[in-house]
C-alpha cells in the first residue's frame, strides 16, 4: 500500500528530468503531423520571397521594346514577351506584389471589424437584431459586383480595391464570430463573471474572444484566397488596379486577344495565381485541422 504512492514520485521525477525535445525536434513533430500546414505556407512563403525580391530577379515591368513584339518563351524572355515588347516574367512577379499586398490586407481588415462587430452582436441583443439584418444585406449582393460598384464610384487603384473587396467579406467574418459567441455566452464560467459584476468589454476581451481565434485565423486564410481572385477578376474586367500596375488580373486582360498566337501571356500568370490561391487553401486546410483536431479526427 506505500509502494504506490512513491513509485508515483519518482515517476513523476523520472518525468521532470527527462530532457524536453528541442525547437527543431518540435518543428520536425509538427511538420510530421501536420503536413498540409508545411506545404501550404512553404509554397505561399517562397510566392511572398520572388514578390518582395522582384526588383533584385527582373527587369523594369514597363520597359517597351517593340522590337520584341510577342516573342516565345526563349533564353532572351523566359516567359515570352507581350504585345508591346515587354517581359512577361517581369511582369508575373511583379504582379504577385499587388496580389499579396491586396490578399493580406483585405484578410487582416475584415478579420478585425468582423471580430469587433462579431463581438458586440453575438452578446448584445438589441445590436444583434439590428447588424445582422444589415450583414444580410450586404450578404444579399454579390462579392464582384458591389466591388465594380465601389470602385467606379470611387476610381481605380490598390487602396480602393482593397476597401471594395473587404465590404463583402465583413459579413463573413461577422456570422462566423457570432456563432462562436452565441455558444460561448452560455457556458458556466461567462455566467459567473457576469454575476460577479464583471463589465462587459473585460467579458468579451478575457472570457470569449480566446474561443474565437482558432476559427477565426482560418476564416482568414479563406477570405485570403477569395480576396486574391476577386483582385484578379476585377483586374480583368479592368475594374481592378490601373492598367500601368502590373497584376496578374491585368497581364491576363491584355493577353486574351493574342491568346490564339501568344498564349503564354495568359498561361504564365494564371499559374502564379492559381500556385498562391492554392497554397493559401492548403494552409487553411491545415490550421483548420491542427486548431481543431477534433474536425481532423472525423474526416
Same mark, same amino acid.
Given at each position: 500500500?506505500?509502494?504506490?504512492?512513491?513509485?508515483?514520485?519518482?515517476?513523476?521525477?523520472?518525468?521532470?528530468?527527462?530532457?524536453?525535445?528541442?525547437?527543431?525536434?518540435?518543428?520536425?513533430?509538427?511538420?510530421?503531423?501536420?503536413?498540409?500546414?508545411?506545404?501550404?505556407?512553404?509554397?505561399?512563403?517562397?510566392?511572398?520571397?520572388?514578390?518582395?525580391?522582384?526588383?533584385?530577379?527582373?527587369?523594369?515591368?514597363?520597359?517597351?521594346?517593340?522590337?520584341?513584339?510577342?516573342?516565345?518563351?526563349?533564353?532572351?524572355?523566359?516567359?515570352?514577351?507581350?504585345?508591346?515588347?515587354?517581359? =512577361?516574367?517581369?511582369?508575373?512577379?511583379?504582379?504577385?506584389?499587388?496580389?499579396?499586398?491586396?490578399?493580406?490586407?483585405?484578410?487582416?481588415?475584415?478579420?478585425?471589424?468582423?471580430?469587433?462587430?462579431?463581438?458586440?452582436?453575438?452578446?448584445?441583443?438589441?445590436?444583434?437584431?439590428?447588424?445582422?439584418?444589415?450583414?444580410?444585406?450586404?450578404?444579399?449582393?454579390?462579392?464582384?459586383?458591389?466591388?465594380?460598384?465601389?470602385?467606379?464610384?470611387?476610381?481605380?487603384?490598390?487602396?480602393?480595391?482593397?476597401?471594395?473587396?473587404?465590404?463583402?467579406? =465583413?459579413?463573413?467574418?461577422?456570422?462566423? =464570430?457570432?456563432?462562436?459567441?452565441?455558444?460561448?455566452?452560455?457556458?458556466?464560467?461567462?455566467?459567473?463573471?457576469?454575476?460577479?459584476?464583471?463589465?462587459?468589454?473585460?467579458?468579451?476581451?478575457?472570457?470569449?474572444?480566446?474561443?474565437?481565434?482558432?476559427?477565426?485565423?482560418?476564416?482568414?486564410?479563406?477570405?485570403?484566397?477569395?480576396?486574391?481572385?476577386?483582385?484578379?477578376?476585377?483586374?480583368?474586367?479592368?475594374?481592378?488596379?490601373?492598367?500601368?500596375?502590373?497584376?496578374?488580373?491585368?497581364?491576363?486582360?491584355?493577353?486574351?486577344?493574342?491568346?490564339?498566337?501568344?498564349?503564354?501571356?495568359?498561361?504564365?500568370?494564371?499559374?502564379?495565381?492559381?500556385?498562391?490561391?492554392?497554397?493559401?487553401?492548403?494552409?487553411?486546410?491545415?490550421?483548420?485541422?491542427?486548431?481543431?483536431?477534433?474536425?481532423?479526427?472525423?474526416?
Amino acid at each position: 500500500m506505500v509502494d504506490a504512492p512513491v513509485d508515483s514520485v519518482l515517476a513523476a521525477e523520472l518525468e521532470e528530468e527527462r530532457p524536453r525535445p528541442g525547437l527543431l525536434a518540435r518543428a520536425r513533430d509538427y511538420a510530421r503531423r501536420h503536413p498540409t500546414v508545411v506545404i501550404g505556407g512553404g509554397l505561399l512563403l517562397i510566392m511572398a520571397i520572388v514578390a518582395i525580391i522582384a526588383p533584385l530577379i527582373a527587369p523594369d515591368p514597363l520597359r517597351l521594346n517593340p522590337i520584341n513584339r510577342l516573342k516565345p518563351p526563349g533564353e532572351k524572355f523566359w516567359f515570352g514577351a507581350d504585345f508591346l515588347g515587354r517581359d =512577361v516574367y517581369a511582369r508575373t512577379v511583379y504582379g504577385g506584389q499587388i496580389s499579396l499586398i491586396v490578399g493580406l490586407a483585405v484578410a487582416a481588415v475584415s478579420t478585425v471589424i468582423g471580430l469587433a462587430i462579431g463581438l458586440t452582436a453575438g452578446y448584445v441583443r438589441w445590436v444583434d437584431a439590428i447588424v445582422m439584418r444589415i450583414m444580410d444585406g450586404l450578404m444579399a449582393i454579390p462579392g464582384v459586383l458591389l466591388a465594380i460598384a465601389l470602385i467606379s464610384l470611387a476610381g481605380a487603384s490598390v487602396t480602393n480595391v482593397i476597401i471594395a473587396i473587404t465590404i463583402p467579406e =465583413v459579413p463573413r467574418v461577422v456570422r462566423l =464570430v457570432r456563432a462562436v459567441v452565441l455558444t460561448v455566452r452560455e457556458q458556466p464560467y461567462v455566467e459567473a463573471a457576469v454575476s460577479v459584476g464583471t463589465r462587459l468589454p473585460k467579458i468579451l476581451v478575457k472570457h470569449i474572444l480566446p474561443n474565437t481565434l482558432a476559427p477565426l485565423i482560418v476564416q482568414a486564410t479563406y477570405v485570403c484566397a477569395s480576396a486574391v481572385v476577386i483582385e484578379a477578376i476585377l483586374s480583368f474586367l479592368g475594374a481592378g488596379t490601373p492598367p500601368e500596375i502590373p497584376s496578374w488580373g491585368n497581364i491576363m486582360a491584355e493577353g486574351r486577344t493574342y491568346f490564339q498566337i501568344a498564349p503564354w501571356m495568359i498561361f504564365f500568370p494564371g499559374i502564379f495565381l492559381a500556385i498562391t490561391v492554392l497554397a493559401v487553401n492548403i494552409l487553411g486546410d491545415g490550421l483548420r485541422d491542427s486548431l481543431d483536431p477534433r474536425i481532423a479526427r472525423r474526416m
